[in-house]
T-cell receptor, first 116, second 115 residues
Framework: AQKITQTQPGMFVQEKEAVTLDCTYD???????LFWYKQPSSGEMIFLIY??????QNATEGRYSLNFQKARKSANLVISASQLGDSAMYFC?????????????FGAGTRLFVKA | DTGVSQNPRHKITKRGQNVTFRCDPI?????LYWYRQTLGQGPEFLTY????????KSRLLSDRFSAERPKGSFSTLEIQRTEQGDSAMYLC?????????????FGPGTRLLVL
């Protein structure tokens, strides 16, 4: 079975500092994709970053980078230079290429609070 | 076209009533997904379509739930005889199947409250 675990229900970070949000996953698929989404209080899910299981390099998108450690089955999100607008829920998600069909499974999320 | 849209954004209904939600995906996207999200949880998969074909349904989707995507464009999700446990955010997402990562882009959701 596929599973996503986010162990940090809430995180605080000072504005302009970096923060790491943890995500571990479990799958038997040899090929899979990992995603991070941001959900502000308005409710919409905003795609942030993608990492493929065969990608050799860690994904980066602006201030977001994904620390992918395949052997440890972890896919942590690093946000650099935090901004007040980064305060939101963050979800780690995974889709396997073979098991689980094409649905994406999500973790329970981490709520990030950015302090001024 | 700037993204996935969903209507209505909010719905309050009485237990036992039927409700229908609509999702308009990004125009060139051929896959469409429905998710349900309850407070404090991540989205849970309900069903998905490739073009007009409904290819998978979660066990969460009881007989009271039905989804359609008649022309492979917009989709509707209907809940019959609503129950208080149906109160949740219903999210729609779309994706393009021929992209390597097949990122799903979400709409703003429909927040349902069953009284």
């Amino acid at each position: 079975a596929q599973k996503i675990t986010q162990t940090q229900p809430g995180m605080f970070v000072q504005e302009k500092e970096a923060v790491t949000l943890d995500c571990t996953y479990d799958t038997s698929d040899p090929s899979y994709g990992l995603f991070w989404y941001k959900q502000p209080s308005s409710g919409e899910m905003i795609f942030l970053i993608y990492q493929g299981s065969y990608d050799q390099q860690n994904a980066t998108e602006g201030r977001y980078s994904l620390n992918f450690q395949k052997a440890r089955k972890s896919a942590n999100l690093v946000i650099s230079a935090s901004q007040l607008g980064d305060s939101a829920m963050y979800f780690c998600a995974m889709r396997g290429a073979y098991t689980g069909g094409f649905k994406t499974i999500f973790g329970a999320g981490t709520r990030l609070f950015v302090k001024a | 076209d700037t993204g996935v849209s969903q209507n209505p954004r909010h719905k309050i209904t009485k237990r036992g009533q039927n409700v229908t939600f609509r999702c308009d995906p990004i125009s060139e996207h051929n896959r469409l997904y429905w998710y349900r999200q309850t407070l404090g949880q991540g989205p849970e998969f309900l069903t998905y379509f490739q073009n007009e074909a409904q290819l998978e349904k979660s066990r969460l989707l009881s007989d009271r739930f039905s989804a359609e995507r008649p022309k492979g464009s917009f989709s509707t999700l209907e809940i019959q005889r609503t129950e208080q446990g149906d109160s949740a955010m219903y999210l729609c997402a779309s994706s393009l199947v021929d992209s390597t990562e097949e990122t799903q882009y979400f709409g703003p959701g429909t927040r349902l409250l069953v009284l």
